[in-house]
């Protein structure tokens, strides 16, 4: 009777240790072990090669553009979607029709498949036959190269990500802003708060849990980006809009190179652990939880 | 609470009961099997019930001993509508064995998909295989070698009847790996009524000089000459074309930065820079090729033979009349040939193999050759099938589909190395940034490609 209640708790949370250790431990171990070879992932031979992987990721100018290209859409994309989430929020928290209407209707982009939407935003991007230069034909613009130019194909991927992530982040915003009692607002009321007063010193910290939130959730999702370049771009032109997540696959599936992915698989895992270790120890002591 | 619990139990162990005897009932032998195989791999592929594994046995001691074995193929509409023919011809043909086909995207989808399968132990038997990959496949240990099948059946196969100049990628290192399939080479569209609109002659053009003229005249008529996306198979031609190579004759280092192979990015640029030609860039660029043509922004465009049908049907579609002629020569006519050969993977057991080979045999037979030629477009493979009554008839009636065969003559295989893949990606971004930015010279575009190319190639 003794040990059972002693093994009580372990027997419980067994089932989760077990699928997460299958499903989540071995494969980082495993990803780290075939960083250190060379295998094209069927070949009976693995060859051990030790750091040669890594020496030679690091000196390959096209994986510091893949780094590049990854740090400019993450930092984009998590400052335009949190950004005008935040304004959207504060618009949309108010009960009417209309509010609402506007509030589904951004939010659903989230719910559609991101394939799908990367071929909408293929079509709708075509320089030649897209409804988007066509729009901006009508306005008396020039046409946009959109995807099919290194200068302009990375933001295009902003753009079609900040889409489909802003009524996701508005929403959670929204949840915040409607968590912050009555009452304060009152007392910043009586005191004569000014509009731009009341928003920095009290909806700001207030919200700051969500913004927390969201900022590592957009972070990590946009440095693990991979549906919409390996529909709408693969990478190009001229390695422009390669990430870090592509550029594994690629290696792994498109060159058979297992352990050359692997290494980058491990950079990608580094990066990803220090940025919320940061964000963690920073900003954590900012955030102001109720 | 626990009697409650117990109850439902019961009742779902009851109905799994009920289901499961239900299935067996259905007597599909794939059925058990099929469980053993999805739990593997490819759980989106696999979802069709009919789907057999490689460890597949029949269940059932009473059905006769149907072999079924796996073929995965790739790209849809009129290439998948033949595919799916000769496959349902062939299991209606005979009761041995039954063939599944199952569709698996495009080339580099297919390829990254047997790989993944094939390390999972549930690789298909028989696969499509892009060319230039026959290399890097034989070499990993996945295909099976095919030199004996053919020496023991070289009566029914007639080896020697395929078209020579298909061949250079069935062999790697001298061992036969897979038989010429829905083989391909580029080709040059023309839209005759706009040529002759704008008062040029619709026989050509057959130089690269030509070319310039034309589109030069055309872009008098608010036309572009050509677009065309800077895709590797077609540079591949335009260095043949000029005398060139890509690799050097052992494979180990880079050739395409010889004159020759710098004479195509030159031409590209100068056409563009000009506006003269279109090269679109990125993903969509291929299509965005065709539609030009197909809107009749275009006159010209490159495409695979594969495009033959669809294209006479697009020019109907949209009025105007096409034709087909060979890629415009610089110094010399040349192509490369593309599309895919049949392979067997070589972990399957020995009696699928077996009859992986028949199929095999059936899908390049003369007959099904000549049927995927007059459906699609791809080459007719064999020798007697080109000249077969049927085909020469079928040539008088539309000239368009006659203009691949006779471009085979100066036709080469593509590179095969193992790091081909890659090196071809590199070549690409080089083609692309000396196109896009005029202060980038393609000599030292394809330059700076050939250093990085060197270092893969000489692994």
């Known amino acids: 009777m003794r040990t059972w209640e002693k093994l009580r708790p372990y027997s419980m949370v067994a089932p989760a240790i077990i699928v997460f250790s299958l499903f989540f431990i071995y494969p980082i171990f495993y990803m780290i072990y075939l960083s250190l070879f060379d295998w094209n992932f069927v070949s009976p031979t693995k060859t051990f090669v030790g750091i040669q992987n890594f020496k030679d990721l690091l000196t390959d100018p096209d994986f510091r553009q893949v780094l590049t290209n990854t740090s400019i859409y993450t930092l984009l994309t998590v400052t335009l979607t949190t950004g005008l989430a935040l304004l959207l929020a504060l618009w949309l928290n108010r009960k009417s029709f209309f509010h609402g209407f506007v509030q589904g209707a951004i939010f659903s982009p989230h719910i559609i498949s991101l394939v799908s939407i990367s071929l909408l935003w293929s079509w709708l991007m075509d320089p030649e036959y897209g409804l988007l230069n066509w729009v901006i034909g009508l306005a008396g613009f020039g046409k946009l190269d959109w995807l099919s130019h290194p200068s302009t194909s990375l933001v295009s991927l902003v753009i079609v990500a900040v889409w489909k992530g802003l009524g996701y982040n508005t929403l959670v915003f929204i949840a915040g802003l409607q968590s912050i009692p009555p009452d304060i607002y009152e007392a910043a009321s009586l005191d004569r708060s000014k509009p731009w007063t009341t928003f920095s010193k009290l ?30 771009t693969q990478g190009g032109p001229v390695n422009s809009t390669n990430t870090l997540v592509y550029y594994i696959y690629e290696y792994g599936f498109r060159f058979f190179k297992i352990g050359y992915a692997s290494a980058a698989g491990v950079i990608l895992l580094v990066i990803v652990g220090i940025l919320t270790i940061i964000y963690f120890k920073l900003l954590s002591n900012r955030v102001h939880y109720r | 609470m626990v009697k409650k619990l117990t109850a439902v139990t019961a009742v779902a162990m009851l109905m799994t009961g009920v289901l499961s005897a239900c299935g067996a009932s259905g007597t599909n032998t794939n059925d058990a099997a099929d469980a053993n195989a999805n739990a593997g791999t490819n759980a989106g592929a696999n979802t069709d019930n009919t789907t057999a594994g490689a460890d597949a046995k029949p269940a059932d001691a009473d ?11 790739a790209f849809g509409d009129k290439i998948e509508e033949a595919k799916l023919h000769m496959v349902d011809t062939f299991n209606k043909s005979q009761d041995k064995i039954e063939v599944v086909a199952e569709h698996q995207g495009n080339y580099d989808d297919l390829h990254a998909k047997v790989q993944a399968a094939f390390a999972a132990g549930d690789a298909p038997a028989v696969t499509d295989l892009e060319i230039s990959s026959t290399g890097v496949f034989a070499h990993s240990g996945m295909l099976e070698e095919l030199t004996t099948y053919a020496e023991r059946d070289k009566e029914q196969l007639k080896l020697d009847d395929f078209n020579p100049g298909l061949m250079g990628n069935a062999y790697v290192d001298g061992k036969l790996y897979g038989l010429p399939f829905m083989r391909s080479t580029p080709i040059l569209y023309k839209n005759v009524t706009m040529l002759k609109d704008a008062g040029l002659d619709p026989a050509g053009p057959k130089t690269w000089d030509e070319l310039e003229e034309y589109s030069r005249v055309l872009k008098g008529k608010g036309k572009v000459g050509m677009t065309v996306p800077a895709d590797i198979w077609y540079y591949e031609g335009l260095v043949a074309q000029s005398g060139g190579h890509m690799l050097s004759e052992d494979g180990k280092s880079a050739a ?15 056409l563009s820079s000009e506006g003269l030609i279109k090269i679109p860039m990125g993903d969509e660029a291929g299509p965005t090729a065709d539609k030009d043509w197909a809107n009749q922004l275009s006159a010209f465009k490159f495409g695979s033979t594969a495009g033959v049908t669809g294209s006479l049907e697009i020019a109907k579609g949209n009025g105007f009349e096409m034709d087909t002629a060979f890629m415009p020569s610089n110094v010399s006519y040349g192509v490369p040939t593309g599309g895919c050969q049949l392979v067997i993977t070589s972990k399957s057991s020995d009696e699928e193999k077996e009859a992986a080979w028949e199929f095999l045999k059936w899908m390049t037979s003369k007959e099904n050759t000549i049927y995927q030629h ?6 007719p493979t064999r020798i007697s099938a080109v000249e077969s009554d ?17 471009q085979l003559e100066f036709a080469r295989p593509r590179p095969m190395e193992n790091a081909y893949p890659e090196v071809a990606k590199i070549i690409k971004e080089a083609i692309e940034k000396a196109i896009l930015d005029p202060k980038v010279s393609p000599q030292d575009s394809l330059n700076e490609a050939a250093e990085k190319a060197n270092k893969l190639l000489s692994k």
């Open chain 1, 203 to 232: 909806i700001l910290p207030m919200l700051s849990p969500s913004i927390f939130f969201l900022v590592i959730i957009n972070m990590i999702g946009s440095f693990q980006v991979f549906e919409t370049i390996a529909i709408m």
């Open chain 2, 256 to 270: 395409f930065n010889s004159p020759e192979g710098v004479a195509p990015v030159e031409f590209w640029k100068k």
């Open chain 2, 374 to 379: 007059k459906h699609v477009g791809y080459l």
């Open chain 2, 63 to 73: 059905a006769s001993k149907k072999i079924v074995i796996k073929y995965w193929y």
């Open chain 2, 390 to 406: 049927e085909l020469k008839a079928h040539f008088a009636e539309f000239p368009q589909f006659k203009v691949a065969v006779d």
